[in-house]
């Protein structure tokens, strides 16, 4: 039987889960003997294979238009779609601006920001994606497995990238459920 | 008695037990998060529910009483997705996200409650609604973004502190925790005693001083009791790494039943007096570090030069075995005069009024959790002893009376059912005359209000509270320079048993009863050529520390750097009241332990350690031994 394929891509984080990912250190072997480690933002190959994988994994939460096409793309080409990572699972940190008007929030960050100088302006590009209301991946496509966590802890990634390398759901409890 | 059966588990129970409390009994765990051991069951937050057979709907376990034949399930699918739908709920209403809050990790309870349910997601999006952050508090930060509405402060803070400070207003989405009808917590009527924060099921309700220093994981517990005044309540120090994170009550001491005031919790935190690290000594009129074996020989010389001429003073802030001994050394060298730091009169005059009686004629603090009516006289309970004052206020909603009698305006103004504004010159004759209209109807209240100029409704009324209460007890507050203190502890004795009433004083600090037993006698000017003096970490007001600074040469024991340590002649550092174990007698007898939460800083020993370090220097052969000796004392309150 053919390893199982696994590609990976991210939207609105931090890559912070992606380097957590990598915190599994030399398991990492380990694991490329289980599964064929696809697309990933981190090797050459960016999108993943039109003819599909197995797992497609997708940190950050939908902050724009691009996001949502990702989301669809991963969602089409993957079996079993995993939420990795708070903003993935919940919005996390970006959808801290939810609580503000876009506006707002794109003034503070273009505009007021005391680094900023006189020609600071909210760029206004039409080719740029369209900024949305922050919302978790589940609210765009379906879920199959969800990684809390802000990132979620090595041992957690492993252990449900193992899980799944094996053709099971991994169950994340006890001490492999963590939100922060 | 009534049977119930909780997942195949049957109990009986006594009437009225509510079926979470039943479950907790059988060792059935029910999450909950407005429930409270400490607090009347609200049933808000709907995460108890359970099913019963014959009901229709799920029933929330932590209000509902359990009944004969009753049988529960509470571990269903039905139950759990009726879990899971009621955390959505409760996460989707504000601002939850868990990466940035302090309580993260282990301390939330709803966190935990979602952990227990397996929930790694919201089915329901938050509403994005930003609610204000109420920072305006010297200890406590209101965070509404987090709240969850379970009103445990709210109760907490009617029912056990009887304060009633926080409620809420508006309904349904909009509800709001406010403070006195909406003002900023730092201006509102709250007394600081954080027993909301103590309650606060999620990090709605910030610690300023131990936000993110450590979960509760990573801290370690030491149970102890508070030094802050006579009363000694119950305390777990939380510390990490030798470092101070947080005081709280501790909910099963006996005395203070988990309460703890301002003073107990915060002040502590914001501790800013220089500490003393290493031993001092004057030479060519300046103070200079010095090894303790220097300034021990240093200390020697003086005091077996001192000829007899020495006092000793002693701070009631210490404990037994270092009073002890403090006098056995005082003693060794035929000290003139064996004092406390205590400067108030009415302390001393309650110990003589002891010994003249040689019997005990006060009551007990826990004679307060169930009177009816409480009279307060002397210094204002609400600010140096709060948590009498909250025993009393929280009864006020189930009927019980607050009389105050006070000169001027106090803390319980907005609460006592009758103030009588008596001057305190007048106090002692006052006493005498409200007990001839309450016991033999004697005078007539227009009369004596007259006398001492106050309304005759309120006297009259306070006659009719005095007449129709089944247990009263009369607060002495005794940290007060009252003119005759002696005329007036006698005319509160008095008053107190012609009433039938218990009567209880403040006393001084939290060793003033053991100090007393140990033959320290109070306060007065000391102009001998040598003063001992063991401070330990008491801060004394500078008209008290003028008294020993006639005093020819002054060896001081010391934690802190103070106006009577800058003259001093030899410095010993000590450590604080965190930092060490013994023994104090309380203000109503208890003998309660003080168990060391922090590492001295080295070289510093405790106050028994300094102390017994120059008797050693000094040769100084035997021992005090305090349980002996205040078997012999006659106290003011039994002490057991």
Known sequence: ?180 | MVKITIDDKTIEVENGTTVLNAARQLGVDIPTLCDHPELTPYGGCRLCLVEVEGARTLQPSCTLPASDGMVVRTNTEKIHEARKFVLSMIFSERNHFCPYCQVSGGDCELQNAAYDEDMTHWPIQPNWQPYPVDASHPFIILEHNRCILCRRCVRACGELVGNFTLGFEERGADSTLVADLGLPLGESSCVSCGTCLQVCPTGSLIDRWSAYQGKETDVETTKTICMGCSIGCGINVLTRDNRLVRIEGNWDDEISQGLLCEIGRFHPMVEERERILTPMVKSDGKLKAATWDDALKAATEMVSSSKGDLSGVASTRVSLEALADFKNLCDAFDAKVILTTEDCQAVSSIFKQASKDNAPFEGKIEDLLDADCYLTLGEDITKDHQVLSFFAKRRIPEGAKLIQIAEKETGFDNFATTSLHVKEKSLADFLLDLRKLVEIKAETVKKVAEKYSIEDEQLQETVNSLLSSEKIVVLFGSRKDFNDSEALVKATKAFSSAINAIMLSTKGNINSVGAAALGFSSTEAVKSNLILMLLGDEELSQCTAQKFEKAGKRIVFSSYVSQLTAGADIIFPVSNWLEQNGHIINIDGHILEQRSALEAPQGVYSNEEAVNMLKNALNVKGKVVWDQEIKQFSSPVKIA
């Not at chain 1, 697309?39 to 294979?49: F, R, S, V």
């Not at chain 1, 939908?62 to 993957?78: F, Q």
């Open chain 1, 1 to 180: 039987m053919a390893k199982p394929t696994v590609a990976s891509d991210w939207l609105g984080g931090c890559a912070g889960c992606h380097m957590s990912f990598l915190d599994i250190d030399e398991r990492i072997v380990k694991l490329v003997e289980l599964v064929d480690l696809r697309a990933t933002p981190i090797t050459d190959l960016k999108e993943p294979d039109e003819k599909g994988v197995t797992v497609g994994i997708l940190e950050g939460g939908i902050t724009n238009t691009y996001n949502e096409e990702v989301a669809k793309r991963m969602r089409d080409r993957c079996q079993i779609l995993v939420a990795l990572g708070d903003c993935a699972v919940f919005g996390g940190v970006p959808a801290m601006r939810n609580f503000f008007t876009l506006n707002d929030a794109l003034t503070r960050a273009y505009v007021d920001t005391p680094s900023t100088d006189e020609s600071g302006k909210i760029p206004s590009n039409p080719e740029l994606a369209k900024m949305t209301v922050v919302r978790p991946v589940h609210e765009i496509v379906p879920v199959d497995v969800f990684i809390p966590g802000c990132p979620p802890d090595a041992d957690i990634i492993f252990y449900a990238l193992t899980e799944l390398a094996q053709g099971r759901i991994p169950k994340l409890e006890n001490n492999n459920l963590m939100w922060n």
